[in-house]
């Protein structure tokens, strides 16, 4: 009984439960919408295409270029919202002089800024941009959290012991709070996977990514709609690789999500 209640309530079986559920609801779908490929695909036909598609190198292609501006994006939109974060955490009530931009970032509809960037700066980094919009106010806020959680006996500590501002925060306020600026790198990390491809969607990039990939195969697609889910299948499978590398990470780093 304790072995069954055991396997039932572990995280990788729940897992393989929400994998099935998933799978049987597509299927229905499939079968709702009449077994045609240009409403919504067969299972099996595009799993076949994945397959055929990961064989491919252009699809690798595709990934690295996803990828790589991605993580151009992310750099820029973490560090530069760390730094800003560690000042305003500082100095806490410039919070309020930067609210407003805050959730100007945060409301602006992501395809209101495609658009924009397209504009300023070109098909090519464009999504950069928006990658960058998208992080930092994510990891902005965590960092700002971070130092409104350390204790107050802490900051009288730093002061008594009179450490400068640079020191304190090297060596006790910025170790202290840094776990929960991981969760916020840690989701905007995520995030900005599916924001870069849907960025390269909207914005009809010319340059090698996924994005390009899947409105390549929804417009040259002789097959319905099963070469857009297959690329969208690998830009999932990516996700949940990422996904399991961040939750090892969290194990490693003690960090409760």
Excluded: H
Aim: net charge positive; glycine share 6%.
């Amino acid at each position: 009984m304790k072995l069954t209640k055991k396997v039932i309530s572990n995280k990788y079986f729940l897992s393989f439960i929400g994998i099935i559920f998933f799978f049987l609801l597509w299927v229905s779908i499939y079968f709702i919408a009449g077994q045609k490929q240009s409403v919504f695909p067969s299972p099996i036909e595009t799993f076949e295409q994945m397959f055929i598609y990961l064989g491919d190198p252009f699809t690798y292609r595709c990934i690295l270029g996803s990828l790589e501006r991605m993580l151009i994006g992310f750099s820029i939109g973490s560090s530069t919202a760390i730094l800003l974060g560690v000042i305003v955490g500082n100095f806490i009530k410039l919070k309020y002089v930067f609210k407003p931009t805050m959730v100007a970032l945060k409301s602006i509809p992501t395809a209101a800024l495609t658009f924009l960037f397209l504009v300023l700066a070109g098909l090519r980094n464009a999504p950069i941009y928006i990658v960058v919009i998208i992080v930092f106010p994510i990891v902005y806020e965590a960092t700002i959290g971070g130092y409104s959680s350390i204790d107050e006996f802490v900051l009288m500590s730093t002061r008594v012991d009179g450490a400068n501002l640079f020191k304190s925060n090297l060596k006790i306020k910025f170790p202290l709070a840094f776990k929960t600026i991981s969760l916020g790198l840690i989701s905007s990390f995520t995030l900005s996977f599916k924001i870069e491809i849907m960025a390269e969607v909207i914005s009809g990039s010319s340059s090698e990514g996924l994005g390009r990939a899947i409105q390549s195969a929804y417009l040259n697609s002789s097959n319905g709609m099963v070469p857009t889910f297959a690329y969208s299948l690998i830009a999932i499978l990516i996700m949940l690789l990422v996904t399991f590398i961040f939750d090892v990470l969290k194990k490693i780093l003690k960090i409760n999500a």
